[in-house]
């Protein structure tokens, strides 16, 4: 430990022994909320809600005390590696409640109502007696071509959001009140700290990377617009925003289902991962394995026996659960799991892929100290498996007899196009939801105004509207998981600037010149090892280190993005002349 001077040196003792028992009491209060919300979400029953709330409360209790306790300390001399975790310490919840008598359960309960009433929706289809789950509508969104159906899943579906609203403002009012209790303004404030920047910093900074993608996604989203005129005459027009519905996915956040529709032949990316998959996987376990094993190829570990064992892959018959996917620690230390209804598609082996990245991450950063416990900011650990499903290329998937022999397309840009419709639209959405909630959370969006201001954002940052007007009293923010289970959505904003900056790094550390969406790093361990050293980095330094570490670029940059796309935003510019 680095000398200090006489107070500060008993100063440093005392911090590092309130500090030492702190880790070891939230480490022991998040073991066990953690099992308790996991049996929350794999049996959802009133039972489960209240036990997983008990142990959330327990949890957020002792820590907001003891962020207020360390206080103290403000003024101490202390070592970085101190200070860092006590500013943790008081981060280190997403959600935090106001000290009143039952607050926390309250807000516990609140939370648990939205996100259990988003897990058991269900829609009777007209003309149908069996209702449909959100991944039947999300199925009818992906592969009808029948306007007047994908409309009434697109409709049935926002219908989940309505009684949410009273739940959503008392939740906002509580969550608020708990961060004032830490000193922050409002909740919102409270997520935009955790970036080791002060929070208007980061919101200049997601301005500034949005304005570098902006105009990829306005050329793509002017090309997918006149493709869809011509499909649907009646229903979309000219320098008018799109409507959500014909998009291919329920928030229109990845549009990538749309791909075989509109890939002009000629330029076809080759065989959908999704037939070859369905043709060829009989248990999603399988899928799990395949993505198991390019960690393994870049030299990970194995994951733990448990893991197979104790994980959740598909949608149980018998009882209802959370299906939206997870990745879990539940006792930070090999007690790894994740929780998915795997369906048998190509988006969902990225979503394997992505899950694996947490997966791996909490295993790499276990040797941390508690407090350090995590990734270097959020939008590390999100990007962690979109960064290896990049590597899932066309050439990779023949590798592994996913696909037949790479058949080396005459043109990138059919592969590519599939690629941008999934991963560029998700740039403004995801900018979309979190600057709602920020303005939610800081009182500028009123409880009158709350759908209104959503779809305000949503025709200017995405350029889409609802298929017809909305009423007032509806909440169709509650339609999107992340916002009934308070879950951030920045961090995947993050994500997928720094998954094409990372992959271009890497890229060009293997002396890579060839296009960067062909370069894979399977098999590759001078890969693995310089992403397995930031993820052991844990949260222990702020994030630009980690960054560095990857990339040598100590900044968030959305040229590596812009880079990978450059061949299709060419190609739609020349059709867009033509
Ligand atoms: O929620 C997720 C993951 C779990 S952290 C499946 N994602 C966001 C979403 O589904 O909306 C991954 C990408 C965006
Ligand atoms: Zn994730």
Redesign the pocket.
């Given at each position: 430990m680095p000398a200090t001077g006489g107070n500060g040196s008993r100063g440093s003792e005392a911090a590092e022994g309130f500090l030492r028992e702190a880790e070891a009491r939230l480490l022991d209060l998040s073991v066990e909320s953690q099992r308790a919300e996991w049996v929350h979400a794999t049996y959802l029953s009133l039972d489960t809600a209240d036990l997983a709330a008990r142990a959330f409360a327990r949890r957020v209790r002792a820590s907001v005390e003891m962020a207020r306790n360390w206080t103290r300390f403000d003024s101490a001399d202390l070592p970085a590696d101190l200070r860092r975790k006590g500013l943790l310490l008081r981060l280190s919840q997403s959600l935090v409640a106001p000290s009143g008598p039952g607050e926390s359960e309250e807000l516990a309960h609140r939370v648990a109502a939205m996100e259990g009433r988003y897990a058991t929706f269900r829609v009777v289809l007209p003309g149908r007696k069996e209702p449909t789950d959100l991944e039947g509508l999300s199925r009818i969104l992906a592969e009808s071509d029948d306007p007047a159906l994908m409309e009434a899943a697109w409709n049935g579906w926002h219908e989940v959001g309505r009684p949410m609203r009273a739940d959503f403002l008392r939740y906002v009012d509580l969550a608020n009140r708990g961060a004032r209790e830490l000193g922050f303004a409002d909740t919102g404030e409270m997520w935009r700290s955790r970036y080791d920047m002060p929070p208007d910093q980061l919101t200049a900074e997601v301005e500034r990377l949005w304005e570098q993608v902006a105009p990829l996604y306005r050329d793509l989203h002017r090309w997918v617009r006149q493709r869809l005129m011509e499909r649907y005459p009646e229903l979309v027009s000219d320098g008018g925003p799109i409507p959500a519905h014909l998009l291919g996915n329920m928030?229109a956040?990845s549009w990538e289902s749309l791909s075989t529709g509109i890939t002009p032949t000629g330029i076809s990316g080759g065989p959908a991962l999704t037939d070859v998959l369905r043709a060829r996987i009989s248990d999603p376990r399988e899928m799990v394995r395949y993505a198991e094993r390019f960690f393994t190829s870049i030299g990970f570990e194995p994951l733990p026996a448990s893991f197979w064992e104790r994980s959740m892959f598909s949608r149980p018959k018998d009882r209802e659960v959370v299906c939206?996917?997870?990745?879990w620690d539940l006792d930070f230390d090999q007690d790894v799991r994740i929780k998915m209804c795997i369906e048998t598609t190509g988006e969902e082996f990225q979503?394997i892929h992505?899950?694996l990245g947490?997966t791996y991450y909490q295993l790499a950063c276990r040797r941390q100290p508690f407090l350090f416990r995590d990734s270097a900011h959020d939008g590390f650990h999100?990007a962690l498996g979109?960064l290896i499903g990049l590597s899932v290329t066309p050439a990779y998937l023949a590798r592994i007899g996913l696909a037949g022999a790479d058949p080396a397309p005459a043109s990138p840009v059919g592969g590519l196009l599939r690629i941008a419709l999934d991963k560029v639209p998700?740039l403004p959405f995801?900018v979309a939801v979190d600057r709602w909630r920020w303005e939610v959370f800081s009182g500028r969006v009123g409880p009158d105004q709350l759908n209104r201001r959503w779809w305000e954002l949503r025709e200017e940052l995405q350029g889409i509207a609802p298929p017809s007007r909305r009423d007032p009293d509806t909440f169709d923010a509650g339609a999107?998981?992340?916002i009934p289970a308070s879950?951030p959505?920045l961090r995947?904003f993050l994500?997928y600037i720094l998954q094409f900056q990372m992959h271009r790094a890497l890229a060009r550390a293997s002396g890579w010149d060839g296009a960067l969406h062909e370069f894979t790093i399977y098999g590759n361990r001078e890969a693995g090892a310089r992403l397995r050293t930031m993820m052991e980095m844990g949260q222990s330094r702020p994030w630009p280190e980690a960054l560095e570490s990857v990339t040598g670029e100590r900044r968030m940059d959305a040229s590596g993005l812009l880079e990978y796309f450059r061949p299709l935003r060419d190609w739609l510019n020349r059709e867009q002349r033509r």
């Open positions: 928030w956040q939206h996917a997870s990745a979503v992505h899950e947490h999100e979109d998700f995801s999107k998981y992340h879950v959505y995947y994500a």
